[in-house]
């Protein structure tokens, strides 16, 4: 190594908190190497929801070739690796032990440090990854099944929670209604894919903005007025059955318009609030087609920088979990091999 060299810090990320299992590494906190993601789609799609026991065993079956197929992407040996990082919370307990455990044994096998890694701040700092220049201080937003939250971010480490859901993520508001109009799972891309053909402006569902300043959210009385527009309010209309093709296009685009809008002027307002010029966005809603169009417009309009994760970075997946691993690695926040899995928040 040559005088002024600094060596680089490669990193094997683990994910395993709901039904993705992904590993990847990552150099320096910013380049992606490798990133592989092992969808459990197919196996959870007649139950239109993830089955938590069904999750974990998949989890089990594939941890090991994940691991294997991330590092021969990235042409790297298991004793090329500095340290092996793993999210220990919050998802599913029976997932998290799959993959946090792996990450253990991989760490105390090779004698390299654990990073324990928390699924909402790998998600904040998913938006990061391959971004060129400066990313904090700045306002997070993560948008995805589980969370709907907005923080302050001043570095990658520190979070401070300043709105989130009172009820359902915009996420799970997407699936549910999915379900309502009898789409395929996964719901969310299928209404976005189904929108597009739809007229936003069909319906006028309800949007639901709280108490004034508020960065709060709420979704579930929009899906309930979903609901009650398909099947009535006495539920008299048993499923959608009775809607056309175009009809269900114009409630989900409608849908979508409402709660897209709520998303974006709440993020808006965050910056505005704490005068906040930079916005992370991350979360599998992240990769909604509409909501990255109106955001993108809205930040132009504001002058606020965007900083939005890649479509493929949205969903869960170990990049983002070696990526922000980095900072830990350099701040030397190693974990205990005796620390275990939170699933709760």
Same mark, same amino acid.
């Given at each position: 190594m040559m005088k002024g060299d600094t060596?680089?810090?490669?990193?094997?990320?683990?994910?395993?908190?709901?039904?993705?299992?992904?590993?990847?590494?990552?150099?320096?906190?910013?380049?992606?190497?490798?990133?592989?993601?092992?969808?459990?789609?197919?196996?959870?799609?007649?139950?239109?929801?993830?089955?938590?026991?069904?999750?974990?065993?998949?989890?089990?079956?594939?941890?090991?070739?994940?691991?294997?197929?991330?590092?021969?992407?990235?042409?790297l040996s298991f004793d090329q690796i500095d340290a092996v990082a793993a999210v220990n919370t919050p998802g599913l307990v029976g997932s998290l032990l799959i993959g946090f455990t792996a990450g253990k044994t991989l760490a105390w096998a090779l004698g390299k440090p654990l990073l324990a890694i928390h699924h909402v701040q790998a998600h904040a700092y998913g938006a990061v990854l391959g971004y060129p220049g400066d990313a904090f201080p700045a306002i997070a937003f993560l948008v995805s099944g589980g969370h709907t939250s907005l923080y302050i971010c001043n570095n990658p480490l520190q979070m401070q929670s300043i709105g989130s859901t009172q009820d359902d993520a915009a996420g799970e508001a997407f699936d549910k209604v999915a379900c309502i109009l009898d789409l395929?799972?996964?719901?969310?891309?299928?209404?976005?894919?189904?929108?597009?053909?739809?007229?936003?402006?069909?319906?006028?569902?309800?949007?639901?903005?709280?108490?004034?300043?508020?960065?709060?959210?709420?979704?579930?009385?929009?899906?309930?007025?979903?609901?009650?527009?398909?099947?009535?309010?006495?539920?008299?209309?048993?499923?959608?059955?009775?809607?056309?093709?175009?009809e269900k296009s114009n $409630?989900? +685009?409608?849908? !979508?318009?409402?709660?897209?809008?709520? =998303? &974006?002027?709440?993020? $808006?307002? +965050?910056?505005? !609030?704490?005068?906040?010029?930079?916005? =992370? &966005?991350?979360?599998?809603?992240? +990769?909604?087609?509409y909501f990255r169009r109106q955001l993108s417009d809205r930040t132009q309009q504001e002058k606020i920088e965007l900083i939005l994760a890649k479509p493929k970075l949205c969903t869960d997946n170990a990049a983002m979990v070696a990526g922000l691993a980095y900072h830990k690695f350099q701040s030397r926040q190693f974990a205990n091999l005796s620390e275990n899995v939170i699933s709760t928040t």
């Amino acid at each position: 190594m040559m005088k002024g060299d600094t060596k680089r810090v490669y990193i094997l990320g683990i994910e395993s908190s709901c039904d993705e299992t992904s590993a990847a590494v990552v150099v320096d906190g910013r380049e992606v190497l490798s990133c592989v993601v092992a969808s459990q789609d197919e196996l959870h799609a007649k139950f239109k929801g993830v089955v938590p026991e069904i999750a974990s065993r998949a989890h089990l079956e594939k941890i090991n070739i994940i691991v294997g197929q991330a590092l021969e992407q990235a042409k790297l040996s298991f004793d090329q690796i500095d340290a092996v990082a793993a999210v220990n919370t919050p998802g599913l307990v029976g997932s998290l032990l799959i993959g946090f455990t792996a990450g253990k044994t991989l760490a105390w096998a090779l004698g390299k440090p654990l990073l324990a890694i928390h699924h909402v701040q790998a998600h904040a700092y998913g938006a990061v990854l391959g971004y060129p220049g400066d990313a904090f201080p700045a306002i997070a937003f993560l948008v995805s099944g589980g969370h709907t939250s907005l923080y302050i971010c001043n570095n990658p480490l520190q979070m401070q929670s300043i709105g989130s859901t009172q009820d359902d993520a915009a996420g799970e508001a997407f699936d549910k209604v999915a379900c309502i109009l009898d789409l395929p799972f996964p719901g969310g891309p299928m209404i976005d894919k189904i929108a597009r053909e739809g007229n936003p402006q069909a319906v006028r569902f309800p949007r639901t903005w709280l108490a004034k300043e508020s960065l709060d959210f709420s979704f579930s009385g929009l899906k309930t007025a979903v609901l009650y527009h398909i099947r009535g309010t006495d539920l008299s209309r048993p499923d959608s059955s009775h809607l056309s093709a175009q009809e269900k296009s114009n $409630i989900a +685009a409608s849908f !979508q318009a409402a709660v897209v809008e709520v =998303l &974006v002027e709440k993020a $808006i307002h +965050a910056c505005r !609030q704490f005068e906040m010029k930079r916005l =992370l &966005v991350g979360g599998g809603v992240a +990769a909604n087609s509409y909501f990255r169009r109106q955001l993108s417009d809205r930040t132009q309009q504001e002058k606020i920088e965007l900083i939005l994760a890649k479509p493929k970075l949205c969903t869960d997946n170990a990049a983002m979990v070696a990526g922000l691993a980095y900072h830990k690695f350099q701040s030397r926040q190693f974990a205990n091999l005796s620390e275990n899995v939170i699933s709760t928040t």
